[in-house]
């Protein structure tokens, strides 16, 4: 119900033929996927409305295959061959659109790549999508989508009264990164490599941080943990330094009784769901490195601990799109087994 109410509002605001551009400002995982299909599906049936289905467009500035096959398997197949991502828009995306007229772009994640100089702002600029003079003459209309808007929602506001927001409801039984920190699900995250390439060896505190780990599993309030393998998500630093965060968890976790798994660009591993609604047969840990982030959705019910990646100075983007982000949504363990 949340989603179609997204669409009637953003429908709505583009009957106002000076908005040219909207932002849907909504929680990760809630749905912004669904809102953006019912969007669509209300704007086509809208008799008003002269754009048509060819000229409809998904882009995003993430460079995720993940994000495209994901959303591709979302949206009807009508749409499926318009949905493109970073890599994608200087080319491909900018020889469709640049001659077209009546067009709708939906953008999602709008804070990824945007700022001057980067993907988005030189593929916008070469077709011509950065004057507002020639949106309004060939009736260009942009919808984008964030959880973690930044700085682009000052952007917006140049726009003046071209432009407007909306900040979106989550539906019933929706768990967000809140929540998660009122119920005590989330921690303070600690160095799990502690390399250091002067000395050549490991800070020991590493290994103290991932007995903690250990004993989460071992004493989890909730007899799931305990009892049951789960899969546990570890993201690691880049480079040699992923073998080396693995070897410091294959000293304080039994290679007999615990499976170690890498997931990454050159991984085998397709979709790492086909992998997650498996039980496992003993408790997993996979280690991931640039996977993972935002607008990828997780299946819940047989994951035990995420756990990002330590940075000294972290961003508030990074980490609610990160692993936590992963974590939000419905149909969470949490209702089932809390």
């Known amino acids: 119900e949340n989603q179609e109410i997204i669409a009637y509002r953003v429908v ?6 000076k908005i040219i551009n909207i932002m849907v400002v909504s929680k990760t995982q809630s749905g912004k996927t669904g809102s953006m299909c019912a ?4 704007y086509l049936e809208d008799t008003s409305n002269l754009i048509p289905i060819e000229n409809i467009y998904i882009i995003t500035g993430l460079s995720s295959c993940e994000w495209k096959e994901q959303t591709k398997e979302r949206m009807p197949e009508s749409i499926q061959s318009r949905v493109f991502h970073r890599c994608e828009l200087p080319n491909t995306f900018v020889d469709e659109i640049k001659n077209k ?5 939906i953008m999602d994640e709008i804070q990824v790549a945007a700022q001057k100089g980067q993907t988005i702002y030189k593929a916008f600029s070469n077709a011509g999508l950065l004057n507002k003079s020639k949106l309004y003459e060939n009736d260009i209309k942009i919808l984008v989508y964030t959880a973690t808007p930044d700085g682009t929602i000052y952007d917006l ?8 927001k909306i900040l979106a409801d989550v539906g019933d039984a929706y768990i967000s990164s809140y929540n998660l920190l009122q119920m005590r699900r989330v921690k303070q995250y600690k160095e799990l490599c502690g390399y250091d390439k002067k000395t050549g060896e490991v800070n020991q505190e590493v290994f103290e941080n991932i007995q903690e780990i250990k004993n989460d599993i071992d004493n989890y309030n909730n007899p ?5 393998p789960l899969y546990h998500i570890i993201r690691t630093k880049n480079g040699e330094q992923q073998d080396l965060t693995i070897q410091n968890f294959k000293q304080i976790f039994n290679v007999d009784t615990y499976n170690f798994i890498k997931y990454d660009r050159e991984s ?14 003993r408790h997993t840990f996979i280690f991931i490195k640039e996977m993972l982030r935002c607008a990828k959705t997780l299946k819940k019910k047989f994951i035990g601990i995420l756990y990002d990646r330590y940075s000294k100075n972290p961003d508030d983007t990074a980490i609610i799109q990160g692993l936590v982000g992963r974590d939000t949504g419905y149909k969470h363990m949490l209702y089932k087994y809390k």
Do not use: G
């Open 101 to 105: 007229k009546n067009v709708l772009i």
């Open 268 to 281: 085998e591993i397709e979709d790492i769901n086909k992998m997650l609604i498996i039980k496992p047969e």
């Open 157 to 164: 506001m140049k726009w003046n009264d071209a432009s407007t």
């Open 39 to 42: 969007t669509i599906k209300q």
């Open 12 to 17: 709505t605001a583009f009957k106002d033929r």
């Open 224 to 228: 799931l943990m305990s009892s049951t």
